[in-house]
C-alpha cells in the first residue's frame, strides 16, 4: 500500500518527460518525491489509527476479561463516535507524515549519488 501511494506522483513526472521530451527539475522531482512521502504517510495513518487504538484498548483491559475485537470497536463507538477510534491521529499524522517524507528523501537522494558515481566511473 505505502509503495503504491508513492508511486502515483512519480507518475505525475512520467507525463511531464514524456511531453516535453526532457528531464524535470531537480526541485521539480523533489517536490513529488515529499508529496509522495506525506500521502503515503497519510493514508498509513489513516490506515493503521484505529487498528493500533483497539489494540491498545485490548491491552488495557482486566487481564479477568475476555473482551473480543468487535465489543471493542463497539465500546469505541458508543464513548466517543468515531473520533475516539480515530484517537491520536494528529500526532500519528505529523509524524508518519514527517517520517515518510524523510525516508523518500533520503532514499532517492543516495539513489541519486550512487548513480552518479556509477556513470562516472563507467565514463
Given at each position: 500500500m505505502y509503495n503504491c501511494v508513492l508511486h502515483s506522483p512519480l507518475r505525475f513526472l512520467e507525463d511531464d518527460v514524456k511531453s516535453e521530451e526532457a528531464t524535470p527539475s531537480l526541485a521539480k522531482i523533489v517536490l513529488v518525491q515529499a508529496g509522495g512521502g506525506l500521502i503515503a504517510g497519510a493514508t498509513a495513518s489513516c490506515i493503521t489509527t484505529p487498528l493500533d487504538t483497539i489494540k491498545t484498548r485490548l491491552q488495557v483491559t482486566g487481564h479477568g476479561k475476555k473482551i473480543s475485537v468487535k465489543q471493542v470497536v463497539k465500546d469505541l463507538i458508543r464513548e466517543d463516535g468515531w473520533k475516539?477510534?480515530?484517537?491520536?491521529?494528529?500526532?500519528?499524522?505529523?509524524?508518519?507524515?514527517?517520517?515518510?517524507t524523510s525516508m523518500?528523501?533520503?532514499y532517492e537522494y543516495l539513489k541519486r549519488l550512487c548513480v552518479k558515481k556509477d556513470e562516472e566511473a563507467a565514463g
Amino acid at each position: 500500500m505505502y509503495n503504491c501511494v508513492l508511486h502515483s506522483p512519480l507518475r505525475f513526472l512520467e507525463d511531464d518527460v514524456k511531453s516535453e521530451e526532457a528531464t524535470p527539475s531537480l526541485a521539480k522531482i523533489v517536490l513529488v518525491q515529499a508529496g509522495g512521502g506525506l500521502i503515503a504517510g497519510a493514508t498509513a495513518s489513516c490506515i493503521t489509527t484505529p487498528l493500533d487504538t483497539i489494540k491498545t484498548r485490548l491491552q488495557v483491559t482486566g487481564h479477568g476479561k475476555k473482551i473480543s475485537v468487535k465489543q471493542v470497536v463497539k465500546d469505541l463507538i458508543r464513548e466517543d463516535g468515531w473520533k475516539g477510534v480515530y484517537r491520536g491521529f494528529c500526532p500519528r499524522l505529523i509524524s508518519t507524515s514527517a517520517w515518510g517524507t524523510s525516508m523518500v528523501l533520503a532514499y532517492e537522494y543516495l539513489k541519486r549519488l550512487c548513480v552518479k558515481k556509477d556513470e562516472e566511473a563507467a565514463g
